[in-house]
């Protein structure tokens, strides 16, 4: 199975961006499909963007619909989440995950756990 690391967080202000990414090692890379996660203080870990094996489809959780931007580069075994117009409810731990099956990543939790997750990167957005 492939192993992740994430990087790009760190602290920003409300309305500016940042970009994240998640290098993937190990296996290949383009026959999982994978997600970005998020955990913020006392809250369970939500979904926040998904995509294809391919990159064809893509999902984002309500909220940051219209602010952030999943994308994958299978050439360097590497996806990205662009956020775009932070605010402070953003601020959580950010975590990707992989899996075979894009709709596990795409209904978490409900679709069942995962076993493929990187050690998250944190995200504060000051007001």
């Known amino acids: 199975q492939v192993q992740l690391v994430e990087s790009g967080g760190g602290l920003v202000q409300a309305g500016d961006s940042l970009s994240l990414s998640c290098a993937a090692s190990?296996?290949?890379?383009?026959?999982?499909?994978m997600g970005w996660f998020r955990q913020a203080p006392g809250k369970e870990r939500e979904m926040v963007a998904v995509?294809?094996?391919?990159?064809?489809?893509?999902y984002l959780t309500d909220s940051v619909k219209g602010r952030f931007t999943i994308s994958r580069d299978n050439a360097k075994n590497t996806v990205y989440l662009q956020m775009n117009r932070l605010s402070p409810e953003d601020t959580a731990v950010y975590y990707c995950?992989?899996?075979?099956?894009?709709?596990?990543?795409?209904?978490?939790?409900?679709?069942?756990?995962?076993?493929?997750w990187g050690q998250g990167t944190l995200v504060t957005v000051s007001s």
């Open positions: 995950a992989a899996d075979r099956h894009v709709v596990r990543l795409r209904d978490y939790p409900s679709a069942g756990g995962l076993d493929i």
């Open positions: 995509i294809s094996w391919a990159g064809g489809s893509t």
């Open positions: 190990g296996d290949t890379f383009s026959s999982y499909a």
